[in-house]
């Protein structure tokens, strides 16, 4: 059972190419001790690219390469049992930047990344190639065999929104199955092709005016990964990601003693509806503390939810359905769902950060914070009487991430233009130095 996720982000052919790709796939093929991985991509050409170089690379090292083609991270990690390995790969474009490739690692170990010297296999232990075919009937099968029967008498609408390279369809199918209704929409072309992240207010808009103009019950933007899901109500309204975690933590804790896991990011509304069962973590550890824990759900922000009783997985495709089964339990629409849910103002944004000072100007903060008794998980966290601070370094980019709350919207306001003055004093004062 995987328990890390791993990511590796950069511009094709710039940051990743060809050739960091082979010696990507050496180097996990040297270090891991399973003899078999499982690799995918999404439907984008510099996917296939990547995809193939790293199945060379892990070939090279002696190690088995298990093909599935074009399909999602849930699918693959769904067969990960039946293949007898605790590793996959699948590559796909980042939703965040059309001219980014997304290396995405699931283990049940973390794979030191570091540059080390890495060992040809020899010619009798070279790894086989093989592709896997006809693989989603399993998938299907057992996700419906947890999805309540009832959800098949609600005949419901949904309208799906996903990027023009994304795989296979699998949620058409199974809500077909269900006897639902569905709309496709696929996001190409100028409108979209330089509008980046996919959900963004222009997808967003569009799945929204769709929603409202057919009266579905629901639409959702899904990332290419399915790893990732954003939800849109009937009256054509986005949820916030946090109203949608405390809707399944809510769910799953009214039927179980939980805990329920997200990082330092959760909202208040979310602590709110955990009532002491929530175990809070660094954002690239919430897969495994769901694991360690015995959690009865996870998820995080961006969209990004786990379903232990399926499998130990951002699954955005089984989030769509869960979403309709909780629904359908509790007779009501989604926007009824979402207005239950305590909402406090929020507000996050990014201040640009040289990758270099991010450590540096963590300490500096942390001197401001000193008699708030700060929590140290990930990056900053201050919690009092008026709300919640979070700075954090971002994983990917050269920024700090702020993300600030309270019960109102002056102070909330108020305390992002004091935070923004602040790290941009501790800044120029570094940078005086």
Known sequence: MARYVQDIRGSVNRDIDCQFALNLGMLIGDYVSCKRVLIGRD??????????????????????????????????????????????????????????????????????LEQRPTLYAEYEELGKLMYVDNYLESYVRSVLQLIAPSVSEREFMVVLGCDEGSPHNVEGEILNQLG????????????????????????????????????????????????????????????????????????????????????VVASKSLERVSRGRLIRTSVNNVLNEVHTNNAVFGGDEPGMYIFPEFQCCYDATFALLKMLEIITEENRTLHDLASEIGKYSRVEFSVECPNEFKDTVIERLLEQFQE??????????????????????????????????????????????????????????????
């Open 43 to 112: 439907a984008h050409t510099p996917s296939q690219l990547i995809k193939r170089a790293i199945g060379t690379g892990l070939m090279a090292a002696g190690v088995d390469v298990i093909d599935f083609g074009v399909a999602t991270v849930p699918v693959i990690h769904h067969h990960m049992k039946s293949f007898d390995t605790h590793l996959m790969i699948n590559v796909s474009r980042s939703p965040l930047r059309a001219d980014e490739i997304n290396i995405k690692l699931l283990s049940n170990h973390e794979i030191p």
């Open 180 to 263: 639902c209704q569905t709309i496709n929409i696929t996001f190409r072309g100028s409108l979209f092709g330089k509008n980046f992240p996919i959900a963004n207010p222009s997808s967003i808009a569009m799945i929204s005016d769709v929603v409202k103009a057919v009266g579905a019950d629901m639409g959702v933007i899904l990332d290419n990964d399915r790893d990732t899901i954003f939800f849109i109500d009937e009256r054509g309204q986005l949820l916030r990601d946090q109203t949608v975690l405390s809707i399944f933590a809510g769910h799953y804790l009214s039927r179980g003693d939980g805990p329920v896991v997200s990082s």
């Open 372 to 433: 708030s008794d700060p929590e140290l998980i990930d990056g900053i966290r201050v919690e009092d009487r008026v709300g919640v601070i979070l700075i954090r370094p971002s994983r990917f980019e050269p920024v700090l991430r702020v993300y600030i709350e309270s019960e109102s919207p002056e102070e909330t306001q108020k305390r992002s233009r004091d935070m923004i003055d602040l790290i941009k004093k501790e800044m120029s004062d570094l940078y005086g130095e």
